[in-house]
């Protein structure tokens, strides 16, 4: 006599479970990322010469392999300059990404905890 068991149902759930969680850190980051955009345009501390610097700086989330990573990049080429030139007087990315990123962490933390 031997004992069977069927863990179809629970390797079901688990996956289920694998794909909420997945979708649910991804909005997170997403969200994360458009608030340093958002921050970032706000506080940029230049003054617009052009029209490209602070409406280009975008914001978001991308995949990569089983990790979520959250950006914040300037999209022209003498973003460069603004951030590292003129003891980094003009920076706003790394100063975002900086003051915000111990409240992504936890946020992030939150919903790993579920």
Request: net charge positive; aromatic share 8%.
């Amino acid at each position: 006599m031997g004992l069977k068991l069927d863990t179809s149902g629970l390797l079901k759930g688990l996956g289920e479970a694998d794909i909420k969680m997945k979708a649910a850190v991804g909005v997170y980051c997403d969200t994360a990322g458009k608030k340093l955009e958002r921050e970032a345009k706000k506080i940029a501390p230049w003054k617009d010469r052009t029209p490209l610097a602070r409406p280009t700086m975008q914001g978001g989330m991308e995949w990569q392999g089983a990790k979520c990573r959250v950006y914040l990049s300037g999209n022209v080429d003498y973003f460069k300059y603004l951030e590292f030139a003129h003891e980094k007087k003009y920076a706003v990315i790394f100063p975002v990404i900086h003051a915000n990123s111990k409240k992504m962490l936890e946020g992030m933390h939150k919903i790993l905890e579920k």
